[in-house]
């Protein structure tokens, strides 16, 4: 399970090399937490670079990171918070 993480984690990061496209609706409170807490260990993908269903797995993967590096797990209202954003713009 660790390997499969840390290979999807390689291929999440590589998929995100180059030039950043900037997230919808930046000015909004969703986003700004978004990009405050995800970009804390990488910068932020853009919503629309998964489907909703994709970003409810990575979310889950990235919070198993999170307790992972004994980070601080994400509360309740975060993570629906992220999740809404996420799944708002997503393709």
Known sequence: MKSF????????????????????DIDSAEAALYADICGTCHS???????TASQWEQMLFIMEMQRE?????PLTKNEKGTILGYLKKHSR
């Open 5 to 24: 993480i840390t290979v999807l984690l390689i291929v999440f990061c590589f998929g995100c090399a180059g030039r950043p496209t900037p997230i919808p």
């Open 44 to 50: 932020v993908p853009h919503p629309g670079r998964q």
């Open 68 to 72: 992972h590096e004994k980070m601080k």
